[in-house]
């Protein structure tokens, strides 16, 4: 059964290995996700060690999906601090590991910050996918397709990466 929660500060920094191993996960298997390969755990561990500093200053939502109380997936909302866009947020690093992928958790990551996103009061998210990975997942979750920017990012073995924009909008 899969568990999903919000993390807090204490939380975040005792996780940090697990959350570091979905994200390795990710990225030495392909994903687009701001890393190139060769990504070692001691970047995760970096990355992660980033993240639990700024969930325990609030400037981040982060949340784990549980396994029998292993972390098999994550994502982030952040909510934006410009004052004329205090009303949204970013969706970010949506990761499910390769051993989990195809079993409902992403989707369940998705209507956990669905929640969170009204509970909240915001009115607009945003996320960004490489084109032809997540997309399905993000569409049947209500999300609108923004656009595409051909070759925006790179994937870890430095090929262009096309990447999709999507939004959705809580009334």
Request: proline share 3%.
């Amino acid at each position: 059964m899969i568990d999903i929660r919000i993390l807090d500060g204490d939380d975040a920094h005792r996780l940090i290995d697990a959350l570091a191993a979905i994200l390795h996960d990710a990225v030495t298997k392909g994903a687009s996700v701001g890393f190139m390969n060769p990504f070692s755990m001691t970047e995760a561990v970096t990355f992660y060690t980033e993240i639990a500093a700024r969930v325990q200053r609030d400037e981040i939502i982060l949340f784990a999906a549980f396994n029998h109380e292993r972390v098999v997936g994550t994502c982030q909302l952040i909510p934006s601090k410009k004052p004329n866009q205090i009303y949204r947020a970013d969706l970010v690093k949506l990761l499910v590991h390769s051993n989990h992928r195809n079993k409902g958790i992403g989707a369940s990551l998705l209507v956990a910050a669905d929640n969170e996103v009204k509970r909240q009061g915001f009115k607009l998210v945003t996320l960004d996918t490489g084109l032809n990975t997540a997309e399905a997942v993000y569409e049947r979750a209500g999300y609108q397709r923004a656009g595409i920017i051909p070759k925006y990012a790179l994937f870890p073995d430095g090929t262009y990466c096309d990447t999709v924009f999507f939004y959705k909008w809580y009334d």
